[in-house]
């Protein structure tokens, strides 16, 4: 409908025949109508592409693109990305296991057009049976970038989602290639605020994706090594000095880098192995934080004296192999997306 801006959906997708349908479907069913979808398909040895392919037969708005090798998960996301049409003024990526609700484009696109200094645009999210990215007041229509950054940085309020539950303006899309940082785990909250020191965040107070919660791939890789804590502290490091204050900015990182050691003193008697402290020492050595022995060992008295002034509640904490969600000692794992073996 040429009365409706043209948005590109890119579904980057590795092994999803299972879910791949699902996924164009809920494409299918938009109740914006005027999109075109790419399907990059990243050297999948199921039956993905052939579906992809059944999808592209009956609707011409859908078309497929094989990789002619394969790629890690990022570099395939920025493949797809610059795939979109030059004719395009916004781009939603939806990974090949999730989904939207149908008037998802419609609610997005339409903040964006009210708001022509919104680069992003953000939404609840249904995350297995939980509403995730919650906290903005209602409505939030157009919040300042600045003002979502900093909270993300003094109140620890993360609303950007994954890159399932965003849309972003097609012309920011392209003014970065590579769009994501493609050595970064966590790139979707770094590319947010990346491209909200110059534009401002739209938010939808209405659950608009379902993101599907499963067993393997980086989403059990990010959780079992929290690897959200060194992508929290890498935002920080890299873009903290200009959404803060140098006083803000010092209270932050010393904050961060405390976290940071009383979640490894809690994993002293948790019998990591070699590649957990591998990853961290190294993330905290590239944060210029630097990794400390001594100051594990201090963080980890710490704790065993407040089990001896606790010795129930503690003493469990300390043993268990994972503290509940809600423990300071321990902060939860990040939902890294899909498509990497």
Request: glycine share 6%; charged share 25%.
């Amino acid at each position: 409908m040429p009365s409706q801006p043209l948005v590109s959906v890119v579904v980057p997708a590795y092994n999803e025949a299972v879910h791949l349908g699902e996924c164009l479907e809920s494409v299918l069913a938009q109740t914006h109508v005027n999109w075109e979808c790419i399907v990059v398909d990243n050297c999948s040895m199921d039956g993905t592409a052939e579906i992809a392919r059944q999808y592209a037969a009956k609707d011409a708005r859908i078309r497929v693109q094989l990789n002619e090798d394969f790629v890690r998960a990022v570099a395939n996301h920025n493949r797809a990305l610059r795939q979109i049409s030059s004719a395009s003024k916004y781009c939603k990526i939806v990974f090949a296991d999730d989904w939207m609700f149908p008037e998802c484009l419609e609610r997005m696109i339409s903040v964006a057009e009210e708001h022509p200094s919104v680069g992003i645009v953000g939404a609840y999210g249904l995350q297995g049976r939980q509403v995730m990215w919650v906290g903005l007041p209602y409505p939030s229509k157009l919040v300042p970038g600045r003002e979502v950054c900093r909270k993300l940085f003094l109140d620890n309020l993360y609303v950007f989602g994954t890159s399932t539950s965003l849309l972003y303006r097609a012309s920011v899309v392209r003014a970065r290639d590579p769009f994501y940082n493609e050595s970064n785990l966590h790139c979707d909250s770094e590319v947010c605020l990346a491209v909200l020191q110059d534009w401002d965040f739209g938010f939808v107070n209405q659950v608009l994706t379902f993101t599907r919660v499963r067993e393997g791939s980086l989403q059990e890789f990010s959780t079992q090594t929290n690897t959200l804590i060194a992508g929290r502290l890498h935002d920080l490091v890299t873009y903290g000095a200009a959404f803060l204050s140098p006083e803000e900015f010092e209270r932050c990182l010393e904050l961060k880098s405390s976290e940071y050691y009383d979640f490894l003193a809690a994993n002293v008697l948790r019998h990591r192995g070699e590649n957990f402290w591998a990853y961290h020492k190294r993330k905290l050595d590239e944060s210029g934080v630097g990794f400390h022995r001594a100051r594990v060992i201090r963080a980890f008295l710490a704790k065993v004296l407040a089990a001896a002034l606790n010795p129930k509640k503690s003493i469990e904490r300390l043993f268990k192999g994972r503290a509940p969600a809600h423990d300071p000692w321990f902060l939860p794992g990040f939902e890294e997306r899909k498509n990497s073996p």
